[in-house]
């Protein structure tokens, strides 16, 4: 039970009781009843009164005041009333109810065993509070001590609930991290490989660049070449209508020339025949359409030779390390080193069988002599090759052999079978070589 004790300015004690579950709605509608009061500035709330609610002091205390009541003791501790409430009522002469000797004689019910004894004392004594149960005191106490361990013990729970949660998360974060450390190393290292990568592809499409610019050179040069084997397709279909040309004419000079042709065999085979043993200069015609002259010999041999080669080492008049065009138009003098040329010597041989002479003297006037008897050779277009030299006679050697269907070769046009070599030039005349050990 709660019990209010109201004591009047008269001396007049009022004794309220109520339930301890009482709500503050229900203690006003008591004393509103009690004292003939009437709340004026009080919020009734539905709230239950419990004896450690505090809001059930200041309510009570607001409602006091608007009539002159003022609480005198108020104690609450825990879920438990262990204590009283004492109100006063008086007007403007105040006097403490706590002192006032003219307080008469408080009547209060006995309560229960469960129930605090509140008020003791008579009528114009002090009123003090009763003996208070030590043991419920204490019981409390323990009571409100285990609840608030169990709370503690609680939250730490949760505390430590909570930590683990926090460290589980911080492994999973460190995780993700580690995860990512390596991703981040996984894409450095693949972005590593793609700027190598990127590298050689700069430098492959440079030297493809390079490889395309040579390969429109080429085309060009092709190009260049294409257009010069057309001009040269446009002037050997001329030159083969000039031969055409050229071949009717021989035959019509050929079918002139008949009736003339024993008269110019008999004097082609004895154009250098004569009794003077001297050396001799004589013009005859050698072709139909070309009349040059020839130096005759009658001291070396017998009678009708002329001289094609003459080498003198002791004076080395003129250089024999020349041209194809000077070998091809001959050179030298009659009277000194001399070569008759390629173009007339293939004239003469193809037209006529001639022997060959071949006459040398050492520096101690010594003579060998070497004597073929077919001698001849091609035209330009054959390179002058030597087609025939018949059987070999003399003291010499035979060396003319080994040079046999071989083309003739100079410095500027080598037509040797030496691939890395070129034998005219190595040893400084032009000649008809096949090897250069063999000459």
């Not at 009717?248 to 025949?273: E, M, P």
């Not at 002791?314 to 040329?341: C, E, H, V």
């Amino acid at each position: 039970m709660l019990t209010v004790q109201l004591i009047m300015q008269s001396g007049k004690q009022l004794a309220l009781k109520l339930p301890i579950s009482a709500t503050v709605y229900e203690l006003k509608i008591e004393l509103q009843n009690l004292l003939d009061i009437q709340p004026k500035t009080l919020d009734i709330s539905a709230s239950d009164v419990t004896c450690a609610d505090s809001d059930l002091l200041v309510e009570v205390a607001g409602l006091a005041n608007n009539k002159q009541i003022k609480p005198v003791v108020s104690c609450y501790e825990g879920n438990n009333f262990v204590g009283l409430i004492l109100f006063s009522l008086g007007g403007e002469d105040f006097a403490d109810p706590l002192v006032d000797n003219s307080v008469s004689d408080s009547s209060i019910e006995e309560s229960e065993s469960s129930v605090i004894e509140l008020f003791s004392g008579s009528s114009g004594e002090s009123v003090q509070p009763s003996t208070i149960d030590c043991k419920r005191e204490r019981d409390g106490q323990l009571s409100t001590l285990k609840i608030e361990a169990q709370n503690k013990a609680k939250e730490l729970e949760i505390c430590k609930n909570s930590a683990k949660i926090l460290e589980l998360d911080s492994n999973s974060k460190r995780m993700k991290i580690d995860s990512l450390s390596l991703a981040k190393n996984d894409l450095e290292s693949k972005l590593k490989l793609m700027e190598e990568s990127y590298s050689d592809l700069q430098w492959n499409n440079t030297r493809l660049t390079e490889d395309l610019l040579n390969r429109n050179d080429e085309i060009t040069k092709f190009k260049s070449c294409l257009s010069d084997v057309d001009q040269k397709k446009d002037l050997l279909a001329s030159c083969e209508k000039t031969k055409g040309q050229l071949q009717i004419s021989l035959n019509d000079l050929r079918s002139k020339g008949r009736t003339d042709a024993s008269d110019f065999q008999t004097v082609y085979s004895t154009y250098c025949k004569s009794t003077d043993k001297s050396s001799t200069t004589s013009t005859k015609t050698l072709s139909y359409t070309q009349l040059f002259t020839v130096l005759c010999n009658d001291e070396v041999a017998d009678s009708g030779w002329f001289v094609i080669h003459r080498r003198n080492v002791d004076n080395y008049a003129i250089s024999f390390d020349l041209n194809w065009s000077s070998y091809k138009n001959g050179f030298g003098s009659f009277y000194a080193d001399y070569f008759i040329g390629l173009e007339k010597l293939h004239r003469i041989t193809s037209s006529y069988r001639h022997e060959l002479y071949i006459y040398l003297e050492d520096f101690s006037h010594q003579v060998w002599f070497a004597k073929y008897d077919n001698f001849q050779i091609g035209n330009e277009e054959e390179n002058y090759r030597l087609k025939s030299i018949g059987t070999y006679t003399g003291s010499a050697g035979d060396a003319l052999s080994s040079g046999l269907n071989a083309a003739f070769s100079t410095y500027d046009r080598d037509n040797d079978y030496e691939y890395f070599r070129n034998c005219a030039k190595d040893y400084h005349g032009g000649w008809w070589y096949k090897s250069c050990t063999n000459r």
